[in-house]
């Protein structure tokens, strides 16, 4: 494939770049034993070490809140400080939640899991759009929290007039560090394309949810010189999170 080798000629492998260097890692499914990301704290720890490896400083813990998950911010704060201790040294770990737009988000507004202290990770399901989505989106706001979109060049229903109005109404969008690869499909991949070329990214994670997938999906990733412009200020930015 010549145009394969071609395109390889003038990208660059994503760990010979530095984006990665002392990075913050805005999403991740690495608190063991609470959803469907890592099961045992040996796993974790093993990432963990990984993460290190590659350059990364800084991750938040993001299990899932949703319906059909029992965990709510008091089990998950419980669990994170049953493990917290046995974590590798080298990598600083926080702890917050990425929120379902379900019918039941409205009963969890007193009690959120937080990013830099008012930006709370939301995410809807992929396939279809949430009649509620933007009154909740609106009740978080009117909370005083900022809204930050989990992977947003997944929703397969969101077109960009979609894109264009949760921006314009003050929403963070969250870019999946797999999505630079073909791991999520085709159709994620333009949409990455196109989000950032609008300028429309605000941070980065990786949404780990096992180790060799994330191994697999990084080795993928091949990127221009714009696209690393491009890249730049969302590690820049996700780095000034507290």
Known sequence: NTMGLFA???????????????MTD?????????????QTLERTQEALKYMASIGV?????????????????FSLRKRFEEVKEDLPAGIEVRLASEYMLDDQFSTRLDDLLTIDRDKVLVETSYLASSPEMDQQLYQL???????ILAHPERYRYMKEADYARLKKEGV???????????????????????LLNKGYYDFVGTDIHRLRTFQKGLDLIRLSKKEIGLLQPLFENTKLLA
Not at 141 to 147: C, S
Request: no cysteine; aromatic share 12%.
């Open 141 to 147: 706001r009117l909370k005083g929290f900022q809204p």
């Open 172 to 194: 963070f969008f969250q870019l999946n560090l797999l999505s630079l690869s073909s791991l999520y499909g085709k159709e994620a991949r333009l949409k990455v394309k196109w």
């Open 57 to 73: 400083k800084r991750v938040f813990f993001t299990p899932h809140t949703m319906a059909d998950l029992e965990n709510t911010a």
């Open 8 to 22: 390889n000629l003038f990208t660059k492998h994503i760990l010979n770049t530095s984006l990665l260097q002392d």
């Open 26 to 38: 805005l999403h991740s499914h690495l608190l063991p034993g609470v959803d469907d990301g890592f």
